[in-house]
């Protein structure tokens, strides 16, 4: 249930912090970052009118269209909170990205568009930015 990992009571985390010796606000945060997918992806469905796909009232198309979305989007995000692609992001590609993500949970075709515009850009910079570092040795 989302509402364990979630602020303001986040049992999950505490409890997991307690066991494990952790810090139990950093836990809490850390949950609610790879969580925030699942409390985000709700409302592209209800804010749009694809959302009646998912009582089976909406053409199909619709239905891929604001899934491929909102998938997309929830990619961006994660690059975005994650701080990670193909190596580590720096500040810049991150607010691009959450941007880029943020931008394909609304529900407009223009929108969208722009949204996988950035976040196109922000893979593109990244993979020139990081293709001229060498990569790390692992022993």
Partial sequence: MLS????PTALAPFAAAALTGGNPFRTMMLTWKYTMPAFL??????LSPEGLGL???SPLGDVIQ????A???VAALAVGFGGWLRRAT????????????????YASAI???IGIVLFAVVIGIHIVRTRAQPSPVTA
Avoid: C, H, K, W
């Fill in 4 to 7: 364990e990992v979630s602020p």
């Fill in 66 to 69: 604001t899934t491929l979305t």
């Fill in 90 to 105: 720096n500040l810049p590609e991150r607010v691009m990205a959450v941007v880029a993500g943020l931008l394909m949970f």
């Fill in 111 to 113: 929108t969208d568009v």
């Fill in 55 to 57: 009582l089976l009232q």
């Fill in 41 to 46: 992806v709700p409302f592209i469905y209800t």
């Fill in 71 to 73: 998938a997309i989007g």
